[in-house]
């Protein structure tokens, strides 16, 4: 069974910075996009940032500048660091990976809540 794992999530004040982590366990066999989303309640889940096996990135454009991705393939593991955060940032933070296990499919972490509030 694969799971994935969060972690980073909390309160801070505007303009701070928060690190989120996401560690993929289980049965894998190897790991495509990993990536973040975030749902405010009521609206869809929408793409913070992506990351592929070899590196390649995409950010919505609300983020960029202020957050980066990475990923250490070697752990199973991405990160999302968040700059600059502003009250709008806030809402539950979700790990996606698409993984090939017994078959490919996308798996998703269980979220973390970011506020950002002063």
């Known amino acids: 069974q694969v799971r994935l794992v969060e972690s980073g999530g909390g309160l801070v004040q505007p303009g701070g910075s928060l690190r989120l982590s996401c560690a993929a366990s289980?049965?894998?066999?190897?790991?495509?996009?990993m990536g973040w989303y975030r749902q405010v309640p009521g609206k869809q889940r929408e793409l913070v940032a992506t990351?592929?096996?070899?590196?390649?990135?995409n950010y919505a454009d609300s983020v960029k500048g202020r957050f980066t991705i990475s990923r250490d393939n070697a752990k199973n593991t991405v990160y999302l660091q968040m700059n600059s955060l502003k009250p709008e940032d806030t809402t539950v933070y979700y790990c996606?990976?698409?993984?090939?296990?017994?078959?490919?499919?996308?798996?998703w972490g269980q979220g973390t809540q970011v506020t950002v509030s002063s």
């Open positions: 996606y990976a698409l993984i090939r296990s017994t078959s490919i499919r996308a798996f």
């Open positions: 990351i592929t096996s070899g590196g390649s990135t």
């Open positions: 289980g049965r894998i066999f190897d790991i495509d996009t």
